[in-house]
């Protein structure tokens, strides 16, 4: 099992960004998806998830509007475009695999690196 991040970056604020999560080792129809992000000093976060099935989203308050969860199955890839980027943003985002029925999220990427900066 295997979940790799990519597209994180250096951006200005207002700019935009999406997050690659590239999974392998299990069916994904059956996984709900999640992100994560962990700032400095601070404790992980939850930021967005996608169920399994219907496919539905959640946000954090602190990114709805602003951020969006999709999946595609088929290329066994879950993204995360996140815009207009605020400094508040700088973290670490993980992606992080739950099974159908399963009460926590069992597999988890290493993250990608955010910085909002000018």
């Not at 169920?51 to 969006?68: E, W």
């Amino acid at each position: 099992v295997q979940l790799v991040e990519s597209g994180g970056d250096l951006v200005q604020p207002g700019g935009s960004l999406t997050l690659s999560c590239k999974t392998s080792g299990f069916n994904l129809d059956y996984y709900a998806i999640g992100w994560f992000r962990q700032a400095p000093r601070k404790e992980r976060e939850p930021v967005s998830c996608i169920s399994a099935g219907d496919g539905t989203t959640n946000y954090a308050d602190s990114v709805k509007g602003r951020f969006s969860i999709s999946r595609d199955n088929a290329k066994k890839t879950v993204n995360l475009r996140v815009n207009s980027l605020k400094p508040e943003d700088t973290a670490v985002y993980y992606c992080a695999a739950k099974p159908l029925g399963a009460a926590s999220y069992d597999f988890w990427g290493q993250g990608t690196l955010v910085t909002v900066s000018s």
